[in-house]
């Protein structure tokens, strides 16, 4: 029956003079998210609102409901019946013909809420919506009508062509990807990263990510989690460019050189310096994390602070305030939950200490770095040059 589906977005809405640039990007994201369903469609703009219209003889109705499901920047979007104006009682008609098609049983309460948008039409809103609801009484006496809590909202738009619906499906909100520049982020096997990444990526942003191996330490096993992780992201950001830096000579010569319990803060420095030379070189605006004030040894205050300091973009933590179980709920609703809960240990888990500092000095963890300058930045320029990176799409 619904050969069209009627988007709605939220935000766009406000952005002034500059709507129309975030409404050609949500169209793009649209396009882009029903590329793989079976079927063609036509997205288009019209007034205020999108249209993904049918326009092959079949398409896969539940593969386009999931495909539009994960497009950021879509608060809400309903299957449509498009109908041309051809008088109100064929209006009727159409309308009495769309419930009996959409419901089973039409014991139901209803209401209708006509929108004129077309403000040429003979009947103004609150006229449609006392004579339609006339209307559907006399064809489906079954029927009753409640204003305050109706089990079928018919909603009826006057626009160039009249749109009937009564079922609102709710998307993911945001922005439209792509809108808010692009960023970096530093993807490892667990549950936070791959939520930061959804998180920043709801808000307009276009996602690189830099994972860190470790073999012969980490498995293949390990690297291929954290693709499967970067693909489930991809189902709302759009492919990612996943950087995959063998780590294993930094991490053995921070281990041989370091106090082994700065050996967490020391790597993540070096990881931040790595991560932050991709994003230079590719035209990002900062880099990404999936860090909790207070979670782990590494993300207290004071090692965030001595984290940073090596950093000269800025670092986006979408996660800074969340407790666990908050972060859980969030994976689980993204379906990355599953994925990072596999036992593939990553290379921060291979090489913790036992006991790590939680309040480290910037002063203290500087000296200790010293002790690495006659071969750190021959094994950063080894691991920068042998990183293999992987375009991972949905």
Known sequence: MYRAFLIKYGEIGVKGKNRYVFEDMLVKQIRFALNPVDGEFEVRKEQGRIYAEVISDEYDYDETVAALKNVFGIVAFCPVVLVDDEGF????????????????????????????????????????????????LDA?????????????????????????????????????????????LLLSGGIDSPVAGYMIAKRGVEIEATYF???PYTSERAKQ?????????????????????????IQLYIYEKCPHEELTIIMRRYMMRIAQHFAENHKC??????ESIGQVASQTMQSLMVTNEVCEMPVYRPLIGFDKQEIVEISEKIGTYETSIQPFEDCCTIFVAKHPVTKPSLKVIRNSEKKLEEKIDELMQEAIDTTETILVEA
Not at 157 to 169: D, F, H, K, L
Not at 227 to 236: E, Q, R, T
Not at 285 to 290: A, E, K, P, Q, R
């Open 140 to 184: 489906l006496p079954e029927t009753k009508v409640d204003v305050h809590n109706p089990e079928v909202m018919v909603s009826i738009e006057v626009r160039n062509q009249i749109n009937i619906y009564s079922t609102e499906i709710p998307g993911p909100g945001g922005m439209p990807v792509g809108s808010a520049g692009r960023a970096m």
């Open 89 to 136: 009682d064929k209006l009727a008609e159409d309308v009495v013909r769309y419930l009996k098609a959409a419901y089973q049983k039409t014991d139901f309460t209803f209401k209708v809420n006509a929108r004129r948008a077309r403000k040429n039409y003979p009947m103004n809103s609150m006229e449609i919506n006392a004579a339609l609801g006339e209307k559907i």
């Open 225 to 249: 989690k954290v693709v499967d992780l970067a693909k489930i992201v991809a189902k709302y950001s759009g492919p990612i460019k996943l950087h995959v830096v063998n780590f294993t000579d």
């Open 285 to 290: 605006l900062g880099l990404i994390t999936g």
């Open 213 to 215: 191996h470790a073999p």
